[in-house]
């Protein structure tokens, strides 16, 4: 072979070496191997209804991590016993009530529907859904519920009677209601004929209901009502902690209207169930329980909100907020804790309203039971029921037979 065929195949050589070389540097990368897709910072219902967690304010500080939804069987001991912390409801509720004559415990969902609270699935007991629901109230008994849905400034009004499970619904001039001091009747503010807005007894026994104009011209704006007593109704401002609210009482039987309490900024009142003592709040760190004469029973070092207690004339239950300062001065509660701005984290006390003593439950966040930021708490006999805010489920705290 000459030199010049030798010189000609090392050129191809070096060409179709080149190509390989080329070839392989340009050849795609393998795909990567899949990955499990990260959970999000969600809790799930036992029925499947997945409920978003957003980073709460606890007590005024912001965690970065939302707490763990309670769970069934955390229990606790305290003085007085061992308490037993169970989730109620299988979905989240937007309210409820507990009968004081039967141990039966309902709650409206989201979708509007009725649920009666039982061991294990919950039951449906409602054929009707009614939407947009956004103030219920307990009636005396326990056993029915006053509900006002759609939207705040054209409200409907409706009963949900627990005995037969359904729907009544309420005259549509209906404004604000609350019950009366029995089950048989509410008190309403009503728009009459011509507009003009009157306060009013309405008899449900009566087909149709039968209605007793209590007072004719009522010119209060923005104010709710609560029944003290047959013949005695409170008329309550709203609270802020921006404004002096105040609350009248009505004596439907003189007609007398008089003043019942000082004016206070973010003045919050709640009865207990039976209405034996008056949980009041006062910004910006001043709760008291006051007995039926609107005298304070004792003093007391915790500071709540009446929302988050209920009792009778010997004891009371209330859930105290652990961060004490979300009460200092400077802060606007109730405000915040209302529009949700700020979340609590609470321990249960029971408080003796005889001797004045206080005992300890249910520490929450601990060993004994996770975060919990109580509201609409009733106590029916052994049993203390409330919502947690930070999952809007329904829970009960027991005591251990």
């Not at 104010?223 to 105040?246: C, D, F, G, N, Y």
């Not at 001065?329 to 529009?339: H, I």
Request: aromatic content about 10%.
């Amino acid at each position: 072979m000459s030199s010049a065929q030798k010189a000609i195949l090392l050129v191809l050589a070096l060409v179709v070496g080149g190509v390989i070389v080329y070839a392989l540097l340009a050849k795609p990368a393998a795909p990567a191997s899949p990955q499990p897709e990260q959970p999000s910072a969600t809790s799930e219902a036992p029925s499947g209804t997945t409920i978003e967690q957003p980073a709460p304010t606890i007590g005024g500080a912001t965690s970065g991590e939302a707490p763990a939804p309670a769970t069934e069987g955390v229990s606790a001991t305290a003085t007085g016993g061992r308490y037993i912390l169970k989730k109620l409801s299988d979905v989240p509720v937007v309210a409820y009530w507990a009968s004081k004559t039967s141990d039966e415990v309902f709650y409206l969902t989201a979708d509007g529907y009725v649920m009666s609270a039982k061991e294990g699935p919950d039951t449906d007991v409602s054929k009707q859904a009614v939407g947009g629901v956004y103030h219920l109230e307990n009636s005396p008994s326990g056993n029915k519920a006053l509900v006002s849905f759609s939207a705040p400034t054209a409200p409907k009004w409706a009963i949900f009677d627990g005995a037969d499970k359904v729907w009544r619904p309420l005259p549509s001039n209906i404004l604000t209601a609350a019950w009366g001091a029995t089950d048989n009747g509410i008190v309403a503010t009503v728009r009459a004929a011509g507009g003009a807005v009157t306060l009013s007894y309405i008899d449900l026994t009566k087909t149709p209901f039968d209605s007793k104009t209590l007072v004719k011209d009522f010119r209060f704006n923005g104010v709710t009502l609560s029944t003290k007593s047959p013949e005695e109704i409170l008329i309550m401002e709203r609270p802020t902690a921006l404004a002096q609210s105040r609350v009248w009482q009505l004596n439907t039987k003189t007609g007398a209207l008089t003043l019942l309490l000082s004016p206070e900024n973010g003045l919050t009142l709640a009865w207990g169930s039976n209405k034996d003592v008056l949980f009041r709040f006062a910004a910006p760190n001043r709760f008291s329980i006051l007995n039926r004469a609107l005298s304070i029973i004792q003093p007391f070092t915790y500071v709540t909100f009446p929302q988050k207690c209920d009792g009778a004339a010997t004891e009371a239950f209330c859930f105290v907020p652990k961060d004490q300062s979300m009460f200092n001065s400077g802060n606007t509660q109730p405000d915040d804790y209302f529009m949700k701005k700020v979340f609590t984290n609470d321990d249960l006390y029971r408080f003796d309203l005889v001797t004045g003593g206080d005992a300890p439950i249910l520490n929450g966040n601990s060993a004994d039971a996770p975060a919990l930021d109580a509201t609409d708490v009733q106590n029916r006999g052994s049993s203390v029921y409330f919502v947690n805010r930070y999952d809007n489920f329904l829970y009960a705290v027991q005591k251990a037979q």
